[in-house]
């Protein structure tokens, strides 16, 4: 069996069981939580550690670079190390013995099956787009270059900067990127000026390299911005309900989205864009 193939395998199964313990756990009554809206109930316990349990092994997962894997055996031992003992922030420390149960339970799900692909040297399956986690001295240079280029101060972008949003910026409405086909408008103006791989970094959490086809400019809780190798785009979603582009994606989405200005967000003509 190759690293890639053992490795992909990984990738897809924890993305997978993530998004089915989600969605498992979005069913339950009142999100969860007992008739005093505030403690949780025995299956909601059951569930969640189990979600956090797997996005943090696949955070140690990604740390693998796929373009440069070691052999199997070493890769092999990293998953396992991972199953083992990837910790984040909602794993450690769980309030009760159904919580630690749930998250040991998990931890040995994905040991389970990485041994059992393991012995399958005729181990097939399909690739998956490439990410991976960036090394904090990695984040830490992005952050700097961000802020010497565009602006950035604090992780924060237009139009939540204190100056005037400048004429070349465009300011969308979050819901931009959730709704139409915003998201494939961005990676179609990237595409164009052949740029494979997007820089994604959050205000928490895990910052990543990925292909332009997974990257969506979006607020999912920690606000993002996005650029690549070349310095001349930016992305920023905040908190406040919208999406910022500069630089050549913004021109790109100007000239090839048809429909941009009903996007626009509102406080635009506010600053004088009207």
Do not use: C
């Not at 969860?32 to 349990?53: C, L, M, S, V, W």
């Not at 949003?165 to 969308?172: A, F, G, N, T, Y």
């Amino acid at each position: 069996m190759e690293s890639k193939t053992l490795h992909w395998a990984s990738r897809r199964y924890l993305t997978a069981r993530y998004e089915e313990l989600r969605r498992e756990y979005s069913q339950l009554p009142n999100d969860g939580r007992q008739a005093d809206g505030y403690h949780y109930t025995t299956e909601a316990k059951r569930i969640f550690p189990r979600y956090n349990a797997v996005e943090a092994i696949l955070v140690e997962v990604e740390r693998l670079d796929p373009d440069r894997l070691p052999g199997v055996d070493v890769v092999t031992n990293t998953l396992l190390a991972a199953a083992e003992s990837a910790d984040s922030p909602f794993t450690k420390s769980p309030d009760d013995e159904i919580e630690a149960h749930a998250i040991v339970d998990e931890r040995r799900l994905f040991a389970a099956n990485v041994q059992r692909w393991g012995a399958q040297p005729n181990l097939r399956t399909d690739p998956v787009p490439y990410r991976r986690v960036l090394a904090p001295e990695e984040s830490s240079a992005w952050r700097t270059s961000l802020q010497r280029r565009w602006g950035v101060q604090d992780g924060r972008w237009y139009p939540l900067l204190s100056s005037s949003v400048p004429q070349d910026v465009l300011v969308l409405t979050g819901e931009s990127m959730w709704e139409d086909d915003g998201v494939d408008q961005v990676r179609r103006v990237l595409r164009d000026l052949r740029r494979p791989r997007v820089v994604e970094l959050r205000e928490y959490g895990a910052d990543y390299l990925l292909d332009v086809e997974i990257f969506a400019p979006r607020y999912t809780g920690p606000e993002g911005l996005w650029s690549d190798e070349h310095h001349d785009w930016i992305a920023y979603a905040s908190h406040e309900g919208t999406v910022a582009f500069g630089g050549a994606l913004s021109a790109g989405l100007a000239t090839t989205w048809s429909e941009i200005h009903s996007w626009r967000w509102p406080g635009w003509q506010e600053l004088g864009h009207g």
